[in-house]
C-alpha cells in the first residue's frame, strides 16, 4: 500500500512542465516532472496498492500498456524523497 504525505505538510506550483513540492517537514523543494506529480495526485492520503495505482493511472491518461514495474520504480523514488509513504 502507498499513500502520499498529508496534503497540509506539502505546498506546490506548477511552473510549465514541472511541478515544484515544497516538502514541509524536511525543508526540501523537491522539482518533479511528469509522471511523478500524476502518481501523488492519484495516490491521495488515502492511497492505494500498485495494481489499483497502476489501473487508475490506466484509466484516467488512457495507457492500457502502463509500465508496473517502471511504476513502483518510480514509486520507490518518491518514497525516498519522502513524499509518499510505503505500508
Known amino acids: 500500500m502507498f499513500r502520499s504525505v498529508r496534503a497540509e505538510t506539502l505546498r506546490i506550483a506548477f511552473l510549465d512542465d514541472f511541478t515544484l513540492v515544497y516538502h514541509r517537514a524536511s525543508g526540501i523543494t523537491h522539482l ?31 495507457l492500457p500498456d502502463l509500465d508496473v514495474e517502471a511504476l513502483s520504480a518510480r514509486l520507490d523514488e518518491l518514497a525516498s524523497a519522502g513524499l509518499v509513504l510505503a505500508e
Not at 511528469?34 to 488515502?46: C, K, R, T
Open 32 to 62: 518533479l516532472n511528469a509522471p511523478a506529480p500524476e502518481i501523488l495526485a492519484a495516490l491521495g492520503e488515502a492511497g492505494m496498492t500498485l495494481d489499483a495505482l497502476a489501473g487508475a493511472l490506466a484509466v484516467e491518461f488512457d
